[in-house]
């Protein structure tokens, strides 16, 4: 696509369900990256993806957080039994390559999460 | 402990005037330094990239420097318009190998242009 595409754009779960949140790349873009943007906060990291390498999982705040991304395209990122504060904006961009901060990242709109 | 701030959370100014915006860092030594603006309810954009050894680089109305001796990024906007009205992040790599790890972001000025 033109862009990177996220979905749902907006979620609202309740306390202790599982979600799921898709990202699908610009074509041609071989790393991938999630962050999480709290109200009145910067961008948070939370994982990045580049080719067949193992994914950088340093930022994942728990283990109910983990990621997938299958042939080296699209991504979800799934929050098991989620929590009040997994509330946020879930930002997924994507780059031609992961390289030293040379190349910009294009981002997707976000999925919003409310948990209640 | 390594960190990235922007001194400012919002920063008003009246529309004509030059709006600088600053951005710190300490504890990283990176080669390149990025500026976004991100609108409400959208994803990040990016704005400009500079690199350790440009100390200044200009796009339009956009200039950012880089200071790699203070550790410091400015961004300045000139003839400040209110459609110049948003959030604007700095952004890094902090890492010192080619390979690299994902950019972290400052939390960002929110810029309001008033006419």
């Known amino acids: 696509g033109a862009g990177v595409s996220q979905s749902p754009s907006n979620k609202v779960t309740e306390k202790g369900k599982d979600v799921e949140l898709r990202c699908d790349p610009i074509s041609g873009h071989t790393a991938l990256y999630w962050y999480r943007q709290s109200l009145g906060q910067g961008l948070e990291f939370l994982i990045y993806f580049q080719g067949n390498s193992a994914p950088d999982k340093s930022g994942l705040p728990s283990d109910r957080f983990s990621a997938e991304r299958t042939g080296g395209s699209v991504s979800t990122l799934t929050i098991q039994r989620t929590q009040q504060e997994d509330s946020a904006v879930y930002l997924c961009?994507?780059?031609?390559?992961?390289?030293?901060?040379?190349?910009?990242?294009?981002f997707g709109e976000g999925s919003r999460l409310t948990v209640l | 402990s390594q960190k990235i701030e922007q001194n400012s959370e919002a920063l008003n100014i009246q529309e004509g005037k030059t709006a600088t915006l600053t951005c710190n860092y300490t504890?990283?030594?990176?080669?390149?330094l990025q500026w976004y603006r991100q609108d409400p309810g959208r994803g990040p954009v990016f704005l400009l990239l500079i690199r350790e050894n440009e100390k200044e680089k200009r796009k339009e109305r956009l200039k950012v420097t880089f200071d790699t001796t203070l550790k410091q990024s400015l961004f300045h906007i000139t003839a400040s318009q209110p459609a110049d009205s948003a959030t604007y992040l700095c952004a890094l790599d902090p890492s010192t190998n080619q390979a690299g790890t994902a950019l972290i972001f400052g939390k960002g000025t929110t810029l309001s242009v008033s006419s």
């Open positions: 504890n990283y030594s990176p080669a390149y």
């Open positions: 961009a994507s780059s031609l390559r992961q390289t030293s901060g040379e190349l910009e990242l294009f």
